[in-house]
């Protein structure tokens, strides 16, 4: 059988990985020696919560895939499949890899290469706080980080809540944990008193909290949501 690219999830929070992953992760993240992640520490730490045994922590062989990484490096990092035949798993830091994760990169270079990629079922914040949000599932946009200045936040802002009411089309970003209550009393004042919030924070973890509401109520008994991973949909 030639080898893969397998995606395999991790959970988005620091919960039990059994809730959200199938053991079949488990035993196909045993085929693998070779992972490329994120950050070599976070990914040691899921690889233990895992369930990974096929070699010990410190022989496993990680490549580190982020803004730091470059061009050049990538395309020796298929080699285990290309020139060994031995499969290579590929991680994000949370949930799914290639999804607001920079593995897309990857993925692209084994489809030009005609290396077989093997997605694999695990937890999306960005799709669990969709499903409950009540929003519109079959017309919607994931917008990453908003902008930082102010001019382009409100320019983008402006256009995107144009096509929330005029294509009937959900929109969804995320934040810097320690941005989440900023971003949120922003949208509340900026956003018209009619389209709707959904704030989406701890996703599958026992703090789990997830509210929709008209912008102008989110300015009154707000939550905390400073450090807490979050997901903000917006909707008429």
Same mark, same amino acid.
């Given at each position: 059988?030639?080898?893969?690219?397998?995606?395999?999830?991790?959970?988005?929070?620091?919960?039990?990985?059994?809730?959200?992953?199938?053991?079949?992760?488990?035993?196909?993240?045993?085929?693998?020696?070779?992972?490329?992640?994120?950050?070599?520490?976070?990914?040691?730490?899921?690889?233990?919560?895992?369930?990974?045994?096929?070699?010990?922590?410190?022989?496993?062989?990680?490549?580190?895939?982020?803004?730091?990484?470059?061009?050049?490096?990538?395309?020796? =990092? #298929?080699?285990?499949?290309?020139?060994?035949?031995?499969? &290579?798993?590929?991680?994000? +830091?949370?949930? @799914? !890899?290639?999804?607001?994760?920079?593995?897309?990169?990857?993925?692209?270079?084994?489809?030009?290469?005609?290396?077989?990629?093997?997605?694999?079922?695990?937890?999306?914040?960005?799709?669990?706080?969709?499903?409950?949000?009540?929003?519109?599932?079959?017309?919607?946009?994931?917008?990453?980080?908003?902008?930082?200045?102010?001019?382009?936040?409100?320019?983008?802002?402006?256009?995107?809540?144009?096509?929330?009411?005029?294509?009937?089309?959900?929109?969804?970003?995320?934040?810097?944990?320690?941005?989440?209550?900023?971003?949120?009393? =922003? #949208?509340?004042?900026?956003?018209?008193?009619?389209?709707? &919030?959904?704030?989406?924070? +701890?996703?599958? @973890? !026992?703090?789990?909290?997830?509210?929709?509401?008209?912008?102008?109520?989110?300015?009154?008994?707000?939550?905390?949501?400073?450090?807490?991973?979050?997901?903000?949909?917006?909707?008429?």
């Amino acid at each position: 059988m030639p080898a893969q690219l397998i995606l395999f999830p991790v959970p988005v929070g620091n919960d039990n990985p059994s809730v959200v992953l199938p053991d079949y992760n488990r035993e196909l993240l045993n085929t693998c020696t070779t992972f490329i992640v994120e950050d070599e520490r976070t990914a040691r730490r899921n690889l233990k919560r895992m369930g990974y045994t096929a070699t010990t922590l410190d022989q496993v062989e990680l490549l580190e895939l982020n803004e730091h990484t470059l061009p050049t490096d990538i395309h020796s =990092y #298929l080699d285990a499949i290309t020139l060994h035949n031995r499969n &290579i798993g590929l991680m994000s +830091d949370a949930g @799914l !890899p290639c999804v607001a994760d920079p593995g897309n990169l990857i993925t692209a270079e084994a489809q030009r290469l005609g290396i077989p990629v093997l997605p694999l079922v695990g937890p999306s914040s960005i799709m669990l706080a969709l499903m409950a949000s009540g929003f519109n599932g079959q017309n919607f946009a994931f917008n990453g980080y908003a902008p930082i200045k102010p001019r382009e936040r409100d320019t983008l802002l402006k256009r995107l809540e144009v096509a929330i009411h005029r294509d009937n089309q959900t929109q969804i970003f995320i934040e810097a944990p320690y941005r989440n209550d900023k971003f949120l009393d =922003y #949208l509340a004042h900026q956003l018209q008193p009619i389209t709707r &919030i959904c704030v989406a924070a +701890d996703l599958t @973890l !026992p703090t789990q909290y997830i509210r929709a509401r008209l912008a102008r109520q989110w300015l009154f008994d707000p939550p905390t949501l400073n450090k807490r991973p979050a997901i903000f949909l917006l909707y008429k």
